[in-house]
Structure formats: C-alpha cells, structure tokens
C-alpha cells in the first residue's frame, strides 16, 4: 500500500493563480481531511469527506473548494490564491469512523507570491 | 467550540531524562484523542485512546487518558535525541465522524 499520496511536494504561485492540490489513499477509507499547518498554529482542518459525494467544511473554509467523487481522491482546489494561503497542506484518511486511526500525506508545501 | 490546550509549548531536556506532556481538552461528544510526533514533516501516529486509565505503551512512550478531568498526558522515559520532534494530541468529537481537534502541539529539544 502506498497509504496516502500528495502531488505536487512544493507549489510557488502567483495571487489570484488558481490550482488544485491532488491527494488520494489506497486503504479503502471512508473519511478523508485537508489540513493546513502554519508556525504557531498547530494543524488546522480545511474541509472534510466521510464518504464519496459527501464533503462538508471544517475550521478554515474560505478560498477553498473540494469534491469527492471517488473513495480513493480528494482534491483541494485553490479558487484565487492569496498570500495568505502561503501555508504546508497536507491530506489525511482514516479508517473506522471516530474510533479510527487518521494517516497523513506527506504534505504540499505551497507558496503564494 | 472545541478547546485543546497542550503544555508545555516547549522542553529542552539532556538524553537520558523523562518527560510528561500534557493536553487537556473539551470537545463535545469526545470519542477518542490521539498523539502524533511530527518531525519535519507529516504527523506520525503514534497512540489512540479511548477509555480512561488504561496505559497504552511503546518501547519507551506511553499515554493514558483521564475521561472525567478531560487530559491526557504522554511519556517518554530515557529520552533519546531521536526524540526530538512537536508531540501533538488530538481529540475527536462531535458528529459520528469523530472531527480530530488539534493542540498547538509541545516541542521536545534532547540534547546529548
């Protein structure tokens, strides 16, 4: 098993550049999260899955779109990037509902100019 | 609105010493808190707790969970400059997905 993929490593943009961050895992997970972590602030959860079709939003929203159309992936897209924005992203899966262990990606490091 | 708090912020010991980490939590409908260490990159998982008073163990780390005064605390024992990493908790609550809440996280520093 792979476990749980993110592409691209680092991403530099320029504001009001769109673009999506790829993540998919291959453990057969029903809940998947985006994250994203800045100095200080500890992990902080963008938007979330609990299933194919099923997405809802987390603690920090805004600016970000995701879909889930497949059990494997779950794409963060970036409408209009800002330098806000300018963070480590990383995507988890997690098995078992609330009793399950999340996994992490290995993250995205992306810049925003 | 769901609050974990983790202390200390930061700890520098020598190799050889032992530590206690703490996180203290409310979130409503707690299901389970988790510890990770994270190095310079992803959180690694290291314990899942669910019920109060039962140790969970790993070599020279363990955890336990206090579900009625809401913390948790994690040791390391004979600390190791492997060691050094931020050790985050992270409770999950809420909806039956179990939405992990996570501390700000404790910096461990181990010198030899």
């Known amino acids: 098993n792979a476990g749980v993929t993110q592409t691209p490593k680092f991403q530099v943009l320029k504001t009001g550049q769109s673009m999506t961050l790829q993540c998919a895992q291959d453990?057969?997970?029903?809940?998947m999260s985006w994250y994203r972590q800045d100095p200080g602030m500890g992990l902080r959860l963008i938007h979330y899955?609990?299933?194919?079709?099923?997405?809802d939003q987390g603690e920090v929203p805004n600016g970000y779109n995701v879909s889930r159309s497949t059990t494997e992936d779950f794409p963060l897209r970036l409408l209009s990037a800002a330098p806000s924005q300018t963070s480590v992203y990383f995507c988890?899966?997690?098995?078992?509902?609330?009793?399950?262990?999340?996994?992490f990606g290995p993250g995205t490091r992306l810049t925003v100019l | 609105e769901d609050k974990v708090v983790q202390s200390p912020l930061s700890l520098v010991v020598h190799e050889g010493d032992t530590v206690t980490l703490n996180c203290s939590y409310e979130?409503?409908?707690?299901?389970?808190l988790l510890w990770y260490k994270q190095e310079k990159k992803a959180p690694t998982f290291l314990f899942m707790l669910?019920?109060?008073?039962i140790e969970k163990k790993s070599g020279r780390l363990s955890s336990i969970l206090d579900k009625k005064e809401l913390f948790s605390i994690l040791n390391i024992t004979a600390t190791q400059t492997g060691d050094s990493a931020v050790y985050l908790c992270?409770?999950?609550?809420?909806?039956?997905?179990?939405?992990?809440?996570f501390g700000q996280g404790t910096i461990l520093t181990v010198h030899p």
């Open positions: 988890a899966s997690r098995s078992g509902g609330s009793a399950g262990t999340q996994y």
């Open positions: 453990m057969n997970h029903e809940y």
């Open positions: 899955s609990v299933g194919a079709g099923i997405t």
């Open positions: 979130v409503t409908n707690f299901r389970s």
């Open positions: 669910t019920s109060s008073g």
């Open positions: 992270a409770p999950a609550g809420g909806t039956s997905y179990g939405k992990l809440t």
